[in-house]
């Protein structure tokens, strides 16, 4: 068994994982261990709640250090079904990605890959940008650029109006990325789901019901039954809501209105995040280099231009 030095509130957090809870025992039931993002903690619980196995929670893996490595070889040696977001080889320095990962589970264990979700259309001015040089580096007050005040940080200046076609593009571009991820790793899939042009919470925050349709494709993909059951009371990954843009929901034919940042249900003023974020481009300019090259189409569709 291994031990840690010191033992955190996270760490009882997540108990079970760091071997200050016993593993479960499955009476006929699978072992499942869920590995990914954010979004994984939720898929476990909605798989939880149809019964499909057992598990608990696992760290996000982004929040992975090798101080974690140990815990992680263990509880994959006790997995049955491995389910788990396509992650690049030594993601983040670590030996953790989704082909290594699989090298530590049993023989028998089966592995299920899901898609890391976005969905940018209904605000296509919200982006990530991920400098190479610290990839966790985020603005403050809310974790997203908005592309607009990028482009004044960069000096670059749109062209007026932007058509309902360029939204309709927008929307498109991420229907095909996710299907072009589909194919090429095999991943469950969710882009048919997409077109239906889901209100989510922020870009990479989908809302219960489309973490629970996934939840439902993953349980189809081991061949298992049962209900998906989201919470009533919750939106699971709805602690932060992006606001959503009228002329994208208007050109995409989506009525849900939401004019400002929301944090628990309460505005966060959109003056305040936009101070914080022209001071935080003046400090990295590096995020602005990087969001240059990573959002160089999105930019020429939304008519920024030198």
Known sequence: MTSLREVTPRHHHFGTFYQLKSLPHPEGLPRIAVIGNCQAESLRILLDSAGAGLSFRIPPIHEWEASDLPFVRTALAHTDVLIVQQVRDDYRGLPVGTAQLATLLPRAARVVRFP?????????????????????????????????????????????????????????????????????????????????????????????????????????????SGEVKPPADREMLGRLQAPILPAAAEALGVSTH???????????????????????????????????????????TLGFTQ
Do not use: K
């Open 116 to 224: 890391v979700l976005r969905f940018d259309a209904l605000n296509p001015y919200l982006a990530i940008i991920r400098p190479p040089n610290d990839p966790g580096l985020t603005p403050p007050l809310v974790p997203y650029h908005d592309l607009r005040l990028f482009a004044q940080a960069a000096g670059l200046r749109q062209r007026h109006p932007v058509p309902p076609e360029a939204f309709v593009a927008c929307a498109r571009v991420n229907v095909a990325e996710l299907a072009r991820r589909e194919l090429r790793d095999g991943i469950v899939a969710m882009s048919d789901y997409l077109e239906s042009n889901p209100v989510w919470h922020t870009l990479n925050h989908p809302d219960n019901a489309t973490l629970a349709e996934l939840a439902a494709r993953v349980l189809r993909e081991l061949g298992m």
């Open 258 to 300: 939401r004019p400002t940042w929301l944090q628990d249900g309460e505005p966060i003023a959109q003056s305040e995040i936009d101070a914080a974020h022209l001071d935080f481009y003046a400090a990295y300019p590096e995020a602005v280099t990087a969001g240059l090259r990573r959002h160089a189409a999105r930019l020429n």
